[in-house]
Each structure stands twice: as structure tokens, then as C-alpha cells.
């Protein structure tokens, strides 16, 4: 954001701005959005927030993406407009009963792809103000986040009971962490593990030569002395 000062012109916390911001493209210098006068930022806001506070049969990830496209449309304030509507969005989520207990934020898909999320808010102005585009990408964020944290959930789930059941084996502890450590890395070699359990050398090979044994993970490499040799999980 392009417009101001913040040594010349101090502002107060939620305070409107009072002066012409827009956007730019950081790599071009390119000016990309000129948000609403300052004049006009009041009654949009006002009119903005009696809109958020009446009851209405659309779905409530549809309110939540036009709250936040229009809050970053208006540009209310001189700084954080971006942060503060992706919360803005969260809250109309939360107050409608979806709660996703701090699992996710929707800055991380946006974050994957920045020039799309900026493509997805200017088609709204360059399509006269239609929506449909904006809000097709912001479902698609939000199933795509929520498909994560299904994921890794599931993850988690299935690496407990496999933990557990080696337990019940009678796996001690210090294989049991060893395991735990291949079925989220996947794989690694004997210097990963090393580093990140802080065992003995010698101490976690036994460890690794007894789940190869018992068919929990597998050796891959080409001999004893092979630098290259790692280990992987079989479940």
C-alpha cells in the first residue's frame, strides 16, 4: 500500500484513514487499486456493517467472502486492510458455527499463490463488480484448507494407533519414538535420526535393526557402509 507516511501522520488503532492510499504491484511500481476516497469511506462502512448485521438466508461462506472482498474494496483504514478482512471473513465463519479451532488459517492458501488471490479480487472490479469469480476462489480456499487439516487429522490418527499397537507388542519406548519419527518424516537416514531423537549412534541402529525385524520399517541401501542408506516406514 502507497499513500502515506507513518512518521508524518500517526494514526489511531481502527481509526478511518483520512487521506488517498491505493495498491501497487511491489515488482513493477505498477499502481493497481485505487480504493474509495477518504470522504466516501464512513457511510460506505456504515452501510457495509448494517449489511453484516441483518438476517439473511444467504449461506454463510458466501457472506464471509463478500465481507472480505469488500472490506479490502473499501480500504478503510491506512494500513492492515488485508489482515483485517481475512479475520473478518474467520468471524462471520465462527459466529455461523464454523469453528475451526485455530487449525488453519485461510492467509495459508492465499499465501501459496499471491498473485492469484490478487488476480481474484481485481476480476471483481474489472467485471463490473460481479462476485462470482472472488467467491468461487474463496470456497475453493477454504475446502482446500479444510481438506489439509482432514488430512493430516487422519495422520495423526492412524500414526497413534500404530504407535500403539507396537506398544502392545512390547515395543519399548526408545524404538516406539524412533518409529514415531519415521512415520512422520517418512524416511531418513541414520544421521536424521540422530539428530532429531538425540541418540547414541550405536544405540539407535540396534533400534533400526530391530523395527526392520519386526517388519515396522525397511533398509534401503546398497550395503552396510552405503552413505547413502535410509530408512522408511512399511505402515
Not at 495459508?108 to 490478487?118: C, G, K, M, S
Not at 541401501?221 to 505402515?235: A, F, M, N, S, V
Given at each position: ?157 492412524r500414526k497413534d494407533v500404530i504407535l500403539a499397537r507396537a506398544r502392545k507388542n512390547g515395543l519399548k519406548e526408545r524404538p516406539v519414538a524412533v518409529l514415531g519419527y519415521l512415520l512422520t518424516a517418512g524416511k531418513a537416514t541414520v544421521a536424521e535420526c540422530e539428530e532429531e531423537l538425540k541418540m547414541n549412534r550405536r544405540t539407535l541402529q540396534r533400534d533400526l535393526k530391530l523395527l526392520v525385524e519386526k517388519g515396522l520399517v525397511r533398509e534401503i ?15
Open positions: 500500500m502507497r499513500g502515506f507516511s507513518r512518521q508524518s501522520m500517526p494514526v489511531s488503532i481502527g481509526e478511518y484513514r483520512k487521506i488517498q492510499n491505493y495498491i501497487v504491484n511491489l515488482r513493477t511500481g505498477e499502481k493497481t487499486y485505487t480504493p474509495p476516497p477518504p470522504l466516501e469511506v464512513p457511510p460506505m462502512m456504515t452501510d457495509f456493517v448494517s449489511w453484516l448485521q441483518k438476517d439473511t438466508q444467504i449461506h454463510p461462506v458466501i457472506v464471509a467472502g463478500i465481507a472480505q472482498f469488500q472490506l479490502v474494496h473499501v480500504h478503510p483504514f491506512v494500513d492492515g486492510n488485508g489482515r483485517t478482512a481475512r479475520l473478518l471473513s474467520t468471524l462471520c465463519l465462527y459466529k455461523t458455527g464454523y469453528d475451526f479451532k485455530r487449525l488453519f488459517t485461510i492467509s495459508e492458501y492465499y499465501d501459496r499463490d499471491r498473485p492469484a488471490y490478487y488476480k481474484a479480487l481485481q476480476c471483481v472490479r474489472q467485471r463490473g463488480m460481479d462476485m462470482t469469480g472472488w467467491l468461487e476462489y474463496f470456497a475453493e480456499g477454504l475446502g482446500a484448507q479444510m481438506r489439509d487439516v482432514q488430512m493430516t487429522a487422519e495422520h495423526v490418527l541401501g546398497t550395503g552396510p557402509t552405503d552413505p547413502t542408506k535410509y530408512y522408511e516406514r512399511l505402515l
